[in-house]
């Protein structure tokens, strides 16, 4: 019987996916710089220092991403770097912008901005950031600035990154900044980025009306630890409610749905174009009466679940397409804005890549609309709260001498731009331990 391969479409962009603070290096005019410099906040004490030095030479690193064959590449615009005060654009920081893109057009890359990535300007961090709803508006303006410079060379805008994230890290976790710890808080900083995110979309449509507009929404599988216990069942309804679905149902039907808050949001409704999925992994959630700041949760992991690298999750790929399936009901184009692993010695990364993007194929076989997949990422970057601890790169990166070191991984990717498909001798040369059952179905 031939053995199988899975093509993908002709029009398939293949890409991966960076963020300005994690590679541009000297962003000292954000709140994460200051954040960093405080000791405790991040791992082993590290800074992001000179990161990958893309604000000086992106190019060269582009140049590796087209050597891959890659057509798309998606990267943030740093708010501080562009007004570095309230209502002072630079107009030498727009113009580095611009290169890049344009560096990116000629190596036949296309590009997808990012237009809010983690970090705020200080001054506006000082202003109480996304607490206040002025934010919304001012955010507005940065945008209208950033299309009107840009917009010539880029219309496939991503106006925030995970806002749940966002919200649960720095205002529900503590870990990031502003390193708070409330729960109405978090909620309305959530709500706020939701607002922000629609007047990002009128604007950047009032510039650019050919624009493709959307967000990254991570999502996250949380499956019950005893299926058959009412109480882990119902906990686990409440936490993917939270986490994954109030966004959506709320960007879908123009209402605040719980725990985001009760009534009209109809300036939220008709402002997708498409959306992005940033997956990663699957947590197991049980009942636990005496955590009340969890929503009475625990989470955990199965005793046969494959960890990866810095205790970050479980090799899940099934989930890929069970987010999948949830996304497909909004009726709109879907990119994978983000996928990848911390894996700084390559042993899972080749396995993860061609069971990840093989729940693509059956998503794209069920007729779902995926357009592209960005994996995380080109090169080891700086990992936020985890510092230079995950190595989530298919290039490695030794931050202190600058030197990159293509990991096999960034062959396998290579290799399956180039067939665009996953090929039998692919998986032979790269995840023999694959055979005989090729790979896992989308139901397992």
């Known amino acids: 019987m031939p053995e199988a391969t899975f093509h993908f479409p002709h029009d398939f962009r293949w890409g991966v996916a960076t963020a300005a603070h994690q590679v541009e290096g000297n962003n000292a005019n954000n709140d994460w710089w200051a954040w960093e410099q405080q000791p ?8 992001s220092g000179l990161a990958c030095t893309w604000w000086e030479d992106a190019e060269a690193d582009f140049a590796r991403a087209a050597a891959l064959g890659t057509n798309a590449l998606r990267l943030s615009v740093e708010w501080s770097r562009v007004e570095p005060q309230p209502g002072t654009f630079d107009e030498g ?8 893109v344009e560096a990116l057009r000629q190596r036949g890359i296309e590009p997808m901005v990012t237009l809010h990535h983690f970090t705020n300007p200080r001054w506006l961090a000082e202003q109480g950031g996304w607490e206040q709803p002025e934010t919304v508006d001012r955010f507005a303006r940065f945008v209208e600035r950033v299309v009107e410079a840009l917009g010539p060379t880029c219309d496939l805008w991503c106006t925030i990154n995970e806002p749940n994230v966002y919200a649960y890290q720095g205002y529900l976790a503590g870990a990031w900044p502003p390193g708070a710890s409330e729960w109405g808080t978090a909620m309305t900083v959530m709500r706020h980025l939701l607002l922000g995110h629609a007047a990002a979309y009128r604007a950047i449509h009032e510039v650019q009306p050919e624009a493709r507009v959307g967000f990254a929404h991570n999502m996250q599988i949380f499956d019950p630890a005893r299926p058959r ?34 009534g009209l949001a109809l300036k939220l409704r008709g402002t997708l174009d498409w959306i992005g999925l940033n997956y990663y992994t699957r947590e197991l959630v049980a009942f636990d009466r005496t955590r009340s700041e969890a929503l009475f949760s625990r989470r955990l992991h199965g005793d046969d679940a494959e960890m990866l690298d810095g ?23 879907i990119y994978i804005t983000e996928n990848g692993i911390p894996d700084d010695d390559d042993d899972q990364r080749p396995r ?59 062959f396998l990717y290579a290799t399956i731009i180039r067939a665009n498909a996953i090929t039998p001798q692919a998986i032979d040369a790269y995840a023999p331990e694959l055979r005989p059952e090729l790979l896992p179905g989308p139901d397992g």
């Open 311 to 333: 205790g970050y999750g479980e090799l899940y790929p099934q989930g890929m397409m069970r987010c999948l399936e949830r996304l497909a009901q909004l009726d709109l184009p």
């Open 352 to 410: 993860h890549l061609l069971t990840h993007l093989h729940q693509l194929w059956h998503a794209i076989q069920r007729c779902y609309p995926v357009m592209g997949y960005y994996h995380w990422t080109l090169v080891d970057n700086f990992e936020w709260a985890e510092g230079w601890t995950l190595r989530f790169g298919l290039i490695a990166l030794d931050p202190e001498t600058q030197v990159r070191t293509p990991r096999r991984s960034a």
């Open 40 to 47: 405790g906040h991040i791992a082993q004490g590290d800074t």
């Open 93 to 100: 920081a727009l113009g580095r912008y611009v290169e890049m």
């Open 229 to 262: 216990s009412p109480l882990d069942r119902f906990v686990t309804s409440i936490i993917d409610r939270a986490y994954n679905q109030a966004i959506l149902s709320s960007l879908k039907r123009g209402l605040w749905t719980p725990p985001l808050g009760f």
